[in-house]
């Protein structure tokens, strides 16, 4: 997993690469903790007999799992997922993700709203907190097959932004982005 700091994205421009700002920008997985974004690499071709991601189903109360496999021959409608997947929103519930095969990018908003690109790829497993604005795009290899994991029954709902009234967005805010701010104004004190 690789994460940066990402130049906006011009309406004629390629969703697909890396869009990194100059000069480049790493975030690392603290900064990524900071915001409530968790990460663990996991054998992506052993992950039906992987201990670590039973443990951590176990502890996190994932019960539910099923696969998607994007790719232009095998996600119906395609094209018009990746535009949904696109979009800027959040969930009620965590997004996890564990990466089978291929690689592709989730881009979340930071405290000060600047978008994070996290490249993931075989074996990373992401967990995307409930109220964070994120989105999902392909990368240049148009692959990737994917667990989704869930607790309890699947809930697939994107709530495209803005969604700022709702409880867990308001919950989200005050666990990850005010404590940010907070600590930050007592360190420049």
Request: net charge negative.
């Amino acid at each position: 997993m690789e994460a940066w700091y990402m130049k906006d994205i011009q309406e004629n421009e390629d969703q697909r690469l890396p869009h990194h700002c100059e000069p480049k920008e790493y975030v690392s997985l603290e900064k990524l903790a900071d915001l409530g974004v968790l990460y663990w690499h996991l054998e992506g071709d052993n992950y039906e007999t992987c201990e670590e991601l039973e443990r951590i189903r176990k502890e996190r109360g994932y019960s539910y799992t099923d696969t998607i496999t994007c790719s232009p021959g095998k996600l119906p409608n395609y094209e018009e997922k990746l535009k949904n997947f696109f979009e800027e929103h959040l969930h009620l519930d965590e997004e996890i993700r564990l990466v089978l095969e291929g690689s592709g990018y989730f881009d979340a908003r930071d405290h000060n709203d600047r978008w994070i690109r996290i490249w993931v790829k075989q074996g990373d497993l992401i967990v995307l907190p409930a109220g964070m604005y994120h989105r999902f795009t392909m990368d240049s290899a148009n692959y990737t097959k994917a667990m989704r994991l869930f607790v309890g029954e699947p809930v697939w709902t994107p709530y495209n932004r803005p969604y700022d009234e709702h409880p867990v967005r308001k919950e989200y805010i005050d666990n990850f982005i005010k404590k940010d701010d907070t600590s930050s104004a007592v360190e420049a004190h």
